[in-house]
């Protein structure tokens, strides 16, 4: 492994940094949980609107804005070189008047100083799933042009004061992941006859130059700053030797990278292009030239599972187990992923997501999660050999570094950490933290990687 390898995890602001008295909401604040409803809301804020009222796990998270002296000395204990975690949008500018809040700056201040005094590399995802509720709902979120600027204003603030001592930035959490999630990712929400498809391409194209906004602001300041943006990496079989299926596969398949393709290539590919001129979207040539100038330095993967393409509509792999929660277990599509990402943008691959969501037991104070253990080993192994192959791979950060409100279903049961968080899924329990096997396998894992 080289020297510097990122071995490391993530976290995010709406799953773990609850503190909600003292900050604005974000859009997951407003969303209940619900293990099979919880999709919906994710997509159509309307119906929590009008919804009943629910529980809403996200306005605590883990308590990581309380506890994280505490959680930082867990992660430093288990010798993680790096954490990327979401500043959140709503704790520095609390409301539209986009005030910067000083306690809002110095929360961050704090916790990447800690990071910094225990050897732990800061990693900042500017929104991960959590926007400002009111960017939402004043603005539809990005698919009105107008909230580029009020982004600016964000990023410019958060990167004028952290810059000195982070160096790596990611503007969204899973960009691609819009195209079934558009308000959990942009915040919007086609309005009663408006085609969805037609907001999300408007949301697209803003995000798009947001990211690029994102990349001038950072490399202005320093051109050593590294700046990523996150894409669920999903690769996509076909289920026959159909052509009709292969043609699906290449359709899924581009829906997922067209965005990462603009970002990184600074150049619409001509597939993308034309959907924006079927979607009325007005594509300007100084917008193009401001894109082709402020290009990604590294792409950001997350990596869970495959998916597959068939003209029957199966969705289940017959090749592949599942997770408890229904998710294709595929450490060799990891593999896969990282060469045809690598092969696709020629460009450094920071791994910042890839973990095992599912029930944990505690039996006697402890956690013996091997099946988590087996799952992330043999995703490791798969990540070295792609490595192997040529693929330029800078950190592996696994999802999560301690047990937090999941995105999917809001629930705290479905756990990815390699520390449990004692939080059950109707918000009772202690919050205490306990050190699971996975943490001292983590653990001993890092220290023979940085020997080695
Ligand atoms: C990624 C997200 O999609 O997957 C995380 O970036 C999320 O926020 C993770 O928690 C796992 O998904 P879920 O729905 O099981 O929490």
């Known amino acids: 492994m080289k020297k510097g390898f990122l071995w ?16 604005g909401a974000t859009v997951v604040d407003k969303i209940p949980q619900g293990k099979t ?19 809403y796990p996200s306005r605590d998270g883990v308590e990581f804005h309380a506890r994280y002296k505490e959680d930082i000395e867990l992660y430093a204990e288990m010798g993680l070189k790096a954490l990327r975690f979401s500043v959140l949008w709503s704790r520095i500018f609390k409301d539209e008047k986009m005030v910067p809040d000083e306690e809002g700056l110095a929360f ?11 050897d732990i590399e800061p990693i900042i995802t500017t929104i991960h799933f959590d ?12 698919s009105n042009d107008e909230v580029i600027e009020l982004y600016k204003k964000y990023v410019q603030t958060i990167v004028d004061r952290y810059h000195d001592r982070v160096k790596y930035w990611i503007s969204f959490c899973e960009i691609n992941v819009m195209n079934h999630a558009l308000y959990m990712v942009g915040g919007a929400v086609p309005k009663e006859n408006e085609d969805r498809e037609e907001v999300l ?20 300041i320093d051109p050593a700053l590294k700046v990523g943006c996150e894409v669920a990496g999903t690769p996509c079989y076909p289920l026959t030797s159909s052509p009709i299926d292969y043609e699906l596969m290449i359709k899924n398949e581009r829906s997922n990278n067209r965005y990462t393709d603009v970002m990184a290539k ?43 393409a068939s ?12 997770t408890a929660f229904g998710w294709t277990i595929d450490p060799q599509g990891f593999r896969i992923m990282l060469n045809n990402m690598y092969e696709r943008y020629e460009k450094p691959i920071l791994v910042v997501e890839n973990g095992l969501g599912t029930y944990d037991e505690v039996v006697d104070g402890q956690i013996h999660d091997t099946y988590r253990i087996d799952y992330l080993q043999q995703h490791i192994d798969q990540m070295k050999l792609a490595m192997q192959d040529g693929v330029d791979v800078i950190g592996y950060l696994s999802w999560s570094a301690m047990d937090l409100v999941s995105t999917s279903e809001g629930m705290m049961s479905k756990r990815y ?25 983590y653990q001993k894992l890092i220290c023979e990687e940085q020997e080695a």
């Open 8 to 23: 490391g995890s993530s976290i995010s602001g709406g799953q773990c940094e609850g503190g909600f008295s003292s900050r």
């Open 37 to 55: 409803t919880r999709f919906k809301y994710l997509n159509d804020p309307g119906i929590y609107m009008s919804g009943p009222e629910g529980f």
């Open 108 to 118: 961050y201040d704090e916790v990447i100083n800690e990071l910094i005094r225990n």
């Open 131 to 142: 926007m400002p509720f009111w960017v939402a709902e004043k603005y539809n979120g990005f």
């Open 201 to 220: 391409h408007r949301c697209a194209y803003n995000m798009l130059l947001a990211n690029a906004w994102l990349v001038r602001i950072c490399h202005d």
């Open 266 to 308: 600074g150049k619409y590919p001509y597939y993308f292009l034309k959907e924006m001129d079927d979607y009325g979207v007005d594509v300007k040539e100084e917008d193009l030239k401001f894109l082709s100038e402020n290009t990604l330095d590294f792409i950001a993967v997350s990596y869970y599972k495959s998916s597959l």
């Open 311 to 322: 003209h029957t509509g199966e969705q289940s792999n017959p090749c592949l187990e599942k």
């Open 417 to 441: 950490g390699f520390i449990y968080v004692d939080r059950n899924d109707d918000g009772s329990g202690t919050m205490k933290r306990i050190r699971k096997d996975s943490f001292y396998w």
